[in-house]
């Protein structure tokens, strides 16, 4: 049961015990397990998800301080149709408005796979078909 306050009064937040900030705790923890080096390239893959999304705000945050050079992959499986292409863009303007190099690749999923499902089986050739294409961009870039 809550106690009735004045609808003037701001409601007073509860804080828990203060924690790290979580992009301080993800520094610790790959310097811990040596994850990256300092100036290294660091590829993000970004689905348009909410968990890729947190993923590059969180090494965006770290970029400067690790000396990260940061560039954003997507992978477009066409499966959702104009769906997936607003998730393209969408992922292609996030990384503009971040200043982070971005790589859009399509590769439209023939109908037999679609039928299929979406299991770890088909899932997996389908999301290395760019790989070669990405090798080449890395090597001019």
Do not use: N
């Not at 300092?38 to 000396?67: F, N, P, Q, T, W």
């Not at 499986?77 to 769906?83: C, D, I, N, T």
Request: aromatic share 4%.
């Amino acid at each position: 049961m809550s106690l009735p306050r004045d609808k003037d009064q701001p409601r007073k937040r509860i804080r828990s015990p203060k924690k790290p900030d979580l992009a301080v705790r993800m520094a610790r923890f790959a310097a811990s397990h040596r994850l990256w080096k300092k100036g290294e390239r660091i590829l993000v893959a970004v689905s348009g998800g909410a968990d890729s999304v947190a993923l590059l705000h969180l090494l965006y945050l770290l970029k400067k301080g690790e000396d990260l050079r940061l560039t954003v992959v997507h992978l477009d499986h066409g499966l959702r149709g104009q769906a997936s292409e607003a998730d393209s863009r969408w992922v292609r303007e996030l990384a503009g408005r971040l200043d982070i190099p971005c790589l859009v690749e399509r590769r439209v999923v023939s109908a037999k796979l679609r039928r299929g499902g979406r299991s770890p089986v088909v899932r997996g050739p389908v999301r290395c078909w760019p790989m070669q294409g990405l090798r080449r961009w890395l090597l001019l870039s």
